[in-house]
């Protein structure tokens, strides 16, 4: 298993570009979820799933929107990158929404706007 | 609102037992708390989880009180390689997940 994967592993945006960063997982989990990652904060939660065709928002929803088509794949599209969003992201799965269940992390996707 | 806040660094040395401490207000009875271990340039990964009382796995223990505001992640005799940042995480009210800011751990020689 390739567990959780996420690309690209760095990028560059101008202010007002958009963006889609990929995750996909190979482990059959319904539940998905995308983190920021900002010096100082720890980690927040951005947006996540418990299922296909299902999404909710987290902490810090703004500038960021989600679909879960398949149970695979969460993309976590920027629609107006904004230098606020510079951060490193990262998406996390778990067998379930139940808090019982342990979630395991991407490598990350570093991101910069400029 | 729903706070999780730990000591930002701690220092230590090789075969001490190391205890970081995590503050969760606000904390209610059915959310669990979880710690993480992330190593530079990679993602957190899971070090152990519990309810309440005290958990213990291969790597750590983890001591939660009565009262469940507050939990204690213990390293028993740390070595060089657990040089990491530790994360505390709760899980408020079913999908409200909330990191601490996280706890730099630098064990020395």
């Known amino acids: 298993n390739a567990g959780v994967t996420q690309t690209p592993k760095f990028q560059v945006l101008k202010t007002g570009q958009s963006m889609t960063l990929q995750c996909a997982q190979d482990?059959?989990?319904?539940?998905m979820s995308w983190y920021r990652q900002d010096p100082g904060m720890g980690l927040r939660l951005i947006h996540y799933s418990v299922g296909a065709g299902i999404t909710d928002q987290g902490e810090v929803p703004n500038g960021y929107n989600v679909s879960r088509s398949t149970t695979e794949d969460f993309p976590l599209r920027l629609l107006s990158a904004a230098p606020s969003q510079t951060s490193v992201y990262f998406c996390?799965?778990?067998?379930?929404?139940?808090?019982?269940?342990?979630?395991?992390f991407g490598p990350g996707t570093r991101l910069t706007v400029t | 609102l729903a706070k999780t806040t730990q000591p930002i660094s701690m220092d230590s040395y090789e075969g001490q037992e190391v205890n970081i401490t995590c503050s969760h207000n606000?904390?209610?009875?059915?959310?669990?708390i979880t710690w993480y271990q992330q190593f530079p340039s990679q993602g957190p990964r899971f070090i152990i989880q519990?309810?309440?009382t005290k958990v213990t796995n291969e790597v750590a223990s983890l001591f939660i009180p009565a009262d469940r505001k507050s939990s204690t992640l213990s390293l028993p005799r740390v070595s060089l390689s657990d040089t990491a940042v530790y994360y505390c995480l709760v899980e408020y009210n079913n999908n409200d997940m909330r990191f601490g800011a996280g706890t730099r751990l630098t064990v020395k020689p």
């Open positions: 482990m059959n989990h319904e539940y």
């Open positions: 519990g309810y309440k």
């Open positions: 996390a799965s778990s067998y379930s929404e139940k808090h019982s269940y342990e979630q395991y």
């Open positions: 606000n904390i209610a009875t059915n959310d669990y």
